[in-house]
């Protein structure tokens, strides 16, 4: 059988521009979140399937790629269910190895205790613009602190991050999992459809309001119920102050420090006065993890057209490890979007040094080669990038290509020094 040149769907090899570029990112990540006090930590790619099927990770837990048994454990003649087959998975996310990792280690940890992990994830998706099957993610999360300080703190880490990678004018969209419950509860959904109810909500941008109605009634939910909460949204598209008409609205189905908590939030993060992005109180966002269980954001970046990160409040997953709740909360950056767009605006990295090509003619004396080579050796110390490479017939196509690499200064050596 012949071998294939190309990569397993929905994966893609990444070829030296853009890996310079991806290495760039992470370092400008790396050093800016660590100046808010972000300590790197790092999970295995394979999680046990108990985890991962834990019914906190929503569509996802559908996408997981499975890991079969091994040697003795794997029976396929007595085998009569998948758990007889699979005991673990490649992560989906970094979410679920992190909260696993924060309950097995927290005594080692200080509190609170505010991660930083970057790595890769696996979801078996259907590919598309900015969506792969392995991809990066690179998440920041904050244990044990059960103030809104979490969500102040996440918020302008990511912000600032994302001005230091050259976006400005995107959004931050922010709203409360309470309101939504809250919403979906005075418009008279039973508590068990609140979840079928919010995956049709999430499709609001993409459908409009009447698909929403159309979609929920088709679903076999009351038209009363899909009526009043309808009336709600057709309200939020004339109200001067969409938090005060909901909170008017929803009184005695809205616990009041909602409301205190998400002002707090809104006008801490806008008194900093960044001019790179807008926070926006938006009670269509859903956000589709169901272990949220307060404040949820998202990035919206007008160049993309879709969401390039979230996250939110998830007080009650540490406690399915441990028996005892932690507030928890976190903020993902859809890194290979944000890659897509640099790559797309044809990013340069800045204070980049200068890429200077050696090449040597074949033949040239011992002597010659030497002399080169501490050449190279001297302009490295002093800075610049050498590359040192035996110079090729084509001696035109391969100054084409280290152009299009950055380099822009070529030094030739022939063993005929008159050439």
């Known amino acids: 059988m012949a071998l294939i040149k190309k990569p397993t769907t929905g994966m893609k090899d990444i070829l030296p521009a853009e890996m310079q570029l991806r290495d760039y990112c992470i370092s400008v990540i790396k050093e800016t979140y660590a100046k808010f006090g972000f300590l790197s930590i790092e999970t295995p790619c394979v999680e046990h399937i108990a985890n991962l099927n834990s019914k906190q990770g929503g569509e996802n837990e559908k996408l997981i790629f499975k890991i079969l048994k091994r040697g003795e454990k794997l029976n396929l003649e007595t085998a009569s269910s ?51 099957r392995q991809l990066v993610q690179c998440d920041i999360d904050i244990f044990g602190e059960p103030s809104n300080l979490a969500e102040i703190e996440l918020i302008l880490a990511t912000t600032t991050t994302l001005g230091k990678l050259g976006f400005h004018n995107f959004e931050v969209r922010i709203n409360e999992r309470r309101i939504l419950k809250a919403m979906a509860a005075y418009s008279g959904f039973a508590q068990e459809d609140y979840d079928r109810v919010f995956i049709i909500l999430d499709k609001m941008d993409k459908i409009g309001m009447e698909g929403v109605a159309d979609e929920l009634e088709k679903s076999g939910f009351a038209a009363d119920c899909v009526e009043r909460y309808m009336g709600l949204f057709k309200g939020l598209e004339t109200a001067q102050d969409k938090l005060s ?26 008194a900093t006065g960044s001019p790179d992005f807008a926070l926006v109180f938006d009670p269509t966002l859903v956000r589709g993890m169901s272990y949220y269980t307060g404040t949820i954001f998202e990035i919206a970046i007008p160049e993309f057209g879709g969401s390039c990160g979230g996250g939110g409040r998830y007080d009650k997953m540490v406690g399915l490890f441990t028996g005892n709740d932690v507030p928890a909360c976190g903020f993902s950056i859809g890194f290979e979007r944000i890659i897509l767009l640099m790559m797309e605006k044809g990013f340069r990295i800045p204070g980049q040094p200068k890429k200077v090509a050696y090449l040597i003619e074949k033949g040239v004396s011992p002597e010659t080669l030497r002399r080169v080579i501490m050449q190279a050796q001297e302009a490295r110390r002093d800075g610049a990038q050498v590359l040192v490479s035996r110079m090729n017939k084509n001696k035109k196509f391969q100054k084409e290509q280290l152009l299009k690499e950055g380099y822009e200064d070529f030094q030739e050596f022939y063993k005929n020094p008159m050439q």
């Open 82 to 132: 998948e758990a007889d087959l699979v005991d673990g998975g490649l992560r989906y996310d970094l979410t679920v190895p992190l909260v696993r990792f924060y309950a097995n280690h927290a005594n080692e940890l200080p509190s609170p205790f505010k991660a930083l992990q970057i790595g890769n994830v696996w979801r078996a998706d259907r590919p598309q613009r900015g969506r792969y």
């Open 245 to 270: 008409y909901l909170v008017n609205r929803l009184d005695g189905f809205l616990e009041e420090e909602v409301e205190r908590n998400l002002r707090e939030i809104i006008d801490s993060v806008r």
